[in-house]
């Protein structure tokens, strides 16, 4: 795969119309008339002078959905990004008023302050800018902004100045001023940044990522543009108790106690509160003493962050047990435990610590593996949760400290107030603190749920592990235009199943190892030794063999040593092709370089012509060393795809912990998107690994600094 991407993006910045912050072009006498002419508004202003939509959210979040009063309508506007379209939706008669198609395919949105609309289009490395005439009509388009490949995650500084745009792809957060979309600036950040929210006082902005286990706190300087960041861990650790040996529980999986100060002098429970404390949906909390061992845990699963009153950050989480860096001894991962538990770090207002306190509890395949959105209602501090693949929205405690509870809480179930069932792929939630109530977007199928947004939800039903609203929550369908066939519908199900032991022993879903279709950036013990995760997004196809080794022929074949490795019941060949289908039709992130000539009419194009110019003769340098003899790198890597020529080979990689000592040529699809690198991970960047190989793979231990800067970023551009 050439890159051809940069290159483009240099012409269409050179060839387009000049940004506000470009040199003004030199002065010519205009006629009298163009004297008297009143100026044209900026492409991206408001234009309509009647009333506009007010943004509802007091945080000044992004989300898939986005909520507004409009004169006595509460409407919320819904990004539908598997029908590339905006929906309007008035809350108040529950009906769907308006669909807006895009020019991509939406990740969130977000109101302005004065009522315009921001859509972050993350198949196209575009935001599109619309304007409300009338509610119950489609927004009216106003320009559209190139911005960093794959933005996602939207957000607003308190003062409605700055709107700030996380772009995964590209690992960039961008500013530009609201009022006219320019751009203010962007800083370069950790790899896949996802959500982002600005603190109260508007000098950072806080940023989650879907893997690292990180969230980056940025500071913003005067203007709003960003200057630094700082990374805060969200890794954590468990205190695993040993089994106990009572036959009556041996054959299910046993929560444990929750973490007690080592001197607690807590009276031993009788038999019977014991046996109550075991029940694994919803008994007492287990306070009887048994030997623990301490595990790390890895943060992963950052897609969502809320703010609350306090100023306070929450991350819902997902803290995941990879195994000792060891061969294994069957599956993936360590031994035969929950894999991945459920958490909430918190971040104070400052930005200076993370708090993820140990766990000692877990949910099992009950707990929420795969987070996804999250929302806070102001009034009674409660957190709510989407939980892609359970298809619930869990509503915790969000108070600073929580009456009966130690001071740090060791379990998200000391903090769960009520869940409740939600549609399908629930990916998006926004609250409406006027009327204490949270509206949930089920993106698998396409409607809207409305529920409480309360400490207490009003009657309940007692279900396990906890208890849910009772009767029917209202429901608006969405109008789709266009939508997933029904293989890959099928197959997005199965991919995000959470729970489903179907899958994996422990409830482990392919998403939880493969977000989105990527790489986890862990390495997990495995029966061959530490291998990392590898990406599926575009890497099915051409690339066998499959497997580090490269032993398994076909994907089939491949798939199958997977879920037995995993330990689940098992897919349907009919299952199995359903997933297949939804990898395949999984495409990378598009750039702003391929506009239609509507599109390029209202366009607004940021003065980055010479740093784009640089940075695509880098990447032309890079790419005539990667193909010279003189590193020998596509001797191997072959072809414009740079796949692989289907060999094993001996790089003298192997460590006492791997059965084999050669392995199979990986695919360099995308490769500067997943870190870390080598079959275990051992290189944290691609500069690393250049730098470390040496002359065992490839020639490049001759190769001098600007050399390998030049063959890094030709990589990077794959």
């Not at 539908?80 to 008035?90: F, K, R």
Request: aromatic letters at 4%; one cysteine or more.
């Amino acid at each position: 795969m050439r890159a051809a991407a940069p290159t483009a993006v240099a012409l269409l910045l050179l060839a387009c119309t000049p940004g506000a912050r470009d040199p003004a072009p030199t002065p010519t006498t205009p006629p009298a008339a163009a004297l008297a002419a009143p100026p044209s508004p900026p492409p991206c202003a408001r234009r309509g002078a009647g009333p506009a939509p007010a943004p509802l959210d007091p945080t000044h979040a992004g989300s898939g959905v986005a909520l507004a009063g409009l004169g006595d309508r509460t409407l919320a506007f819904v990004a539908d990004e598997d029908d590339a379209a905006l929906h309007t939706v008035d809350l108040d008669t529950r009906s769907a008023i308006a669909r807006t198609p895009l020019a991509g395919r939406p990740a969130q949105v977000i109101v302005l302050g004065d009522g315009r609309v921001v859509a972050s289009l993350r198949d196209r490395g575009l935001l599109e800018v619309l304007e409300a005439a009338d509610a119950a009509a489609p927004l009216a388009r106003r320009c559209l902004v190139p911005v960093a490949s794959e933005p996602v995650g939207l957000a607003m500084t308190p003062d409605r100045a700055t709107l700030l745009v996380a772009s995964r792809w590209d690992h960039a957060l961008t500013s530009f001023a609201t009022d006219d979309l320019r751009r203010l600036g962007e800083l370069p950040l950790a790899r896949d940044p996802g959500a982002v929210v600005a603190s109260a006082d508007g000098q950072r902005a806080f940023v989650s990522h879907a893997v690292g286990g990180r969230i980056s706190v940025v500071a913003l300087g005067e203007g709003g543009a960003p200057t630094g960041a700082r990374e805060l861990s969200t890794d954590g650790v468990e205190w695993r108790p040993q089994p106990l040996l009572s036959k009556k529980f041996m054959s299910i999986a046993l929560p444990p106690e929750p973490l007690r100060p080592p001197a607690s002098s807590a009276p031993t429970p009788s038999a019977s509160a014991r046996r109550a404390a075991f029940d694994p949906f919803g008994g007492a909390p287990v306070v009887a003493r048994r030997p623990a061992s301490r595990v790390a845990r890895r943060g992963s699963q950052g897609f969502a962050l809320a703010r609350a009153p306090s100023g306070a950050v929450f991350a819902p989480i997902a803290l995941v047990d990879p195994g000792p860096e060891t061969r294994g001894s069957g599956g993936y991962g360590g031994a035969r435990a929950q894999t991945v538990i459920e958490h909430i770090a918190v971040v104070d207002a400052a930005g200076e610590r993370a708090d993820v306190p140990p766990v000692s509890s877990s949910l099992g395949t009950l707990g929420c593996q795969l987070p996804r959105a999250a929302a806070i209602e102001p009034g009674e501090e409660v957190l709510l949760v989407t939980c892609l693949g359970r298809d619930e929205v869990i509503a915790y405690d969000a108070r600073a400290q929580i009456p009966g509870q130690p001071p740090r809480v060791g379990s998200v179930r000391d903090r769960e107030l009520f869940r409740a069932r939600v549609g399908a792929g629930p990916t998006a939630i926004a609250v409406d603190s006027a009327r204490r109530r949270a509206v949930v977007f089920s993106r698998f199928d396409g409607e809207l749920t409305i529920l409480p947004a309360a400490r207490d939800p009003g009657p309940t039903e007692h279900r396990a592990p906890s208890k849910e609203p009772a009767g029917e929550l209202p429901v608006v369908v969405l109008p789709r235009a266009s939508r997933l066939d029904e293989l890959r519908a099928e197959g997005q199900r199965l991919f995000h199943a959470a729970g489903d032991r179907r899958t994996a022993f422990d409830g482990r879903a392919c998403a939880s190892c493969h977000p989105d279709g990527r790489d986890d950036a862990l390495t997990w013990s495995t029966p061959e030794g530490p291998r990392q995760t590898p990406m599926l997004m575009g890497r099915l196809d051409g690339t066998a063999p499959y497997g580090w080794e490269g032993d398994k022929k076909d994907l089939e074949g491949h798939f199958a040593r997977t879920m037995s490795r995993l330990g689940g019941s098992g897919l349907r060949p009919d299952e199995r092709d359903a997933l297949f289908a939804y990898l395949r039709g999984m495409a990378p992130p598009g750039e702003a370089a391929a506009l239609a000539a509507e599109e390029r009419a209202v366009t607004v194009v940021p003065p980055a012509a010479s740093a784009a110019a640089a940075r695509a003769d880098l990447v032309a340098r890079g790419d005539a060393l990667f193909h010279s003899s003189k590193a020998g790198c596509s001797s191997c890597h072959l072809g414009d795809e740079l796949t692989t020529d289907g060999a094993r080979h001996d790089v003298r990689s192997a460590t006492r912990f791997d059965a084999a000592r050669a392995f199979e040529t990986p695919s360099l699809r995308f490769i500067g998107r997943s870190a870390p690198y080598y079959h275990d991970g051992r290189y944290p960047t691609l500069l690393a690994l250049v730098e470390g190989v040496g002359d065992t793979m490839g020639h490049t231990a001759h190769l001098s600094a600007d050399d390998r800067r030049a063959l890094v970023t030709y990589l990077e551009s794959l």
